[in-house]
């Protein structure tokens, strides 16, 4: 520490002690650049030093001062300190005399100085963090210490008279000032981490409303009523759609179909995609109209699976067997059934998309009219 000092000249102090008046203007901008620093650590002390045009001197006197400044903790008088700073005496009483005609005298014990033992943590810390070598230096028995406080140790460093004594007050307050930054910067990141913590915590919560709403949109979807239905339904791992009846025990709230599509999603890989729902008293009558409609199309091993024809056609048989046999029905069309089914236009020489759906339409009254009668006969 005392070659340390020594280097220190008056002029640098003079314009140490100049920025530090200036510090109150620049301080909001030097705290700005710091936290601009700041993505991805907390700057330490030095690096904010650095930031505050401290020079290499200053810098090193941050490892004697900042324990003391920071924390605002008690400042150890050491021997040293004594003799190189705070008196010109140099005799050997001259430690004595200083406590005797200066901190004794002077200053209030409790308030400006304590007295403790050499097993004091401040007392070892200095040890530990002096600059000088103090390993083979003896102590006498005897030997007083005292600690005091930063306030203390500033009156007594003007009031020493000595060259040293000043230079170093003048880097006490710049250090003294440092921490007075660092804690204002400390302040500054916290804030701005718990607002950048509170946006990420408002992107989350919003991210989560956005779910829940898709949720209850798409529960909205699949909420289906209660009633006796006929299903169209299909699955990406199989080929086809597949079409069946659920009916509704009376005494049930929940809808018959909701379960029936429930116990085929849960062995499945993919669930079902609802295609077409038609409800209707008469379920169990579509039903068997539509396996005689399609037997010809039925899977061999699941005789409601239907193969090589179009959902649009399957709807537009039904609707028109519900009409000739005057069914009242509600229906729910999913499937995009608007779409053309697959038959080669241009065999159909001369002839337009409007009338190969009429021509389709009649197509399928006579089939349903066929069903009927099929129906019918099996009744007998």
Known sequence: MNNIISKITTPSSQSSELSMCSNDIF???????????????????IELAELMGFSSEEIAMIQVFWQ?????????????????YLTNDSSKYAIRDFYKRILLSNYIEGIDYIEVSKDNEVVKFWWANSLTNNSNRRVANNKKYYLVTG????????????????QT????????????????????????????QLK?????????????QQLLKKRSRTVYDVGNVVYIISNSSFEGQKFGKSSQVKKETFSAFMSRLSTYNTGSPHDFKVEYLI????????????????????????????????IKKMVQFIREYCEILDIEYKEYVYADIDEQIAINVEEKKGGTIDNLES??????IINVNFVIRIYQANQR
Request: net charge negative; hydrophobic share 35%; glycine share 0%.
């Open 169 to 196: 007050r003048i880097y006490y307050l710049k250090v003294e000032n440092l921490a007075i930054t660092m804690k204002d910067y400390i302040f500054e990141l916290m804030n701005f981490q718990y607002q950048q």
């Open 359 to 364: 021509d389709i339409k009649e197509v399928e």
């Open 27 to 45: 301080k909001s901008d030097i705290i700005k650049k710091a936290l601009s620093l700041s993505e991805d650590k907390q700057l330490t002390e």
């Open 151 to 166: 306030e203390t140790y500033k009156h007594l460093l003007l009031q020493s008279n000595t060259e040293k004594g000043k």
């Open 68 to 84: 003391y400044t920071f924390n605002r903790s008690w400042i150890y008088l050491s021997d040293e300190m004594i003799l190189e």
């Open 200 to 212: 990420l915590q408002e992107n989350e919560m919003k991210k989560l409303h956005d779910n829940h």
């Open 279 to 310: 409800y209707l008293e008469e379920n169990e009558h579509l039903e068997d109209a539509l396996k005689i409609r399609y037997e010809k199309n039925l899977c061999q091993l699941n005789k409601e699976w239907v193969k090589d024809v179009s």
